[in-house]
Nanobody
Framework: QVQLVESGGGLVQAGGSLRLSCAAS????????MGWYRQAPGNQRELVAV???????NYADSVKGRFTISRDNAKNTVYLQMNSLKAEDTGLYYC??????????????WGQGTQVTVSS
């Protein structure tokens, strides 16, 4: 089994910054993909940013130029640096990872979520 543990959410004023972290642990052979999604009340979960093994990244248009995703492979940890936060960035942020375990099968995992609230 694999666990994803997020941290770093909180309350921040508009224009401020936060850094989210997500550490993967368990029976991990490799991680193909790690990323962040968010869900605001009444909305569907949406992609924020993803980092694919090999280094390519993909960002939602709404966060380009403000958010940066990065990864520490040695720690199986992904980060999301969020700058110039806006009220519309408010939501529950979920870590997502596609992990190859000891059975050499890729499986999709989700964290529990960390709340980000941006006050205007």
């Amino acid at each position: 089994q694999v666990q994803l543990v997020e941290s770093g959410g909180g309350l921040v004023q508009a224009g401020g910054s936060l850094r989210l972290s997500c550490a993967a642990s368990g029976s991990i052979v490799s991680i193909n993909r790690m990323g962040w999604y968010r869900q605001a009340p009444g909305n569907q979960r949406e992609l924020v940013a993803v980092l694919i093994s090999g280094g390519s990244t993909n960002y939602a248009d709404s966060v380009k130029g403000r958010f940066t995703i990065s990864r520490d492979n040695a720690k199986n940890t992904v980060y999301l640096q969020m700058n110039s936060l806006k009220a519309e960035d408010t939501g529950l942020y979920y870590c997502n990872a596609v992990v190859v375990g000891v059975q050499l099968r890729a499986r999709n995992y989700w964290g529990q979520g960390t709340q980000v609230t941006v006050s205007s």
